[in-house]
């Protein structure tokens, strides 16, 4: 378990990658980030861990999360003024 500096972010676990020269997600996750103040980690290996700000390690699967979010929220918006258009069209020629 880590304690993050602050609350204003959102963090991500990651450990020392020797090997890439640098900090990595991969083989670690985070579990539960509000565990009594403390950020839970999950790791299939040893090592130095830290925990950052998760903007980064940026990930196109977040991308595609985001994306899955809001998608429905969009099109269900544009429903809406589709149908009040439609609506006004026809009490217009009326």
Not at 70 to 87: E, G, Q, R
Request: proline residues 3%; charged residues 20%.
């Amino acid at each position: 378990m880590l304690k993050p500096k602050d609350f204003l972010h959102n963090y991500t676990c990651v450990y020392f990658d020797a090997a890439e020269g640098g900090w990595s997600t991969r083989g670690i996750r985070r579990i539960d980030t509000n565990y009594h103040g403390f950020v839970k980690c999950e790791a299939n290996h040893m090592g130095v861990f830290s925990l950052l700000p998760e903007s980064y390690f940026f990930d196109n699967d977040d991308a595609m999360r985001d994306l899955g979010v809001l998608l429905p929220t969009v099109t269900t918006f544009i429903s809406m003024i589709c149908s009040i258009f439609l609506l006004f069209m026809a009490a217009v020629q009326k």
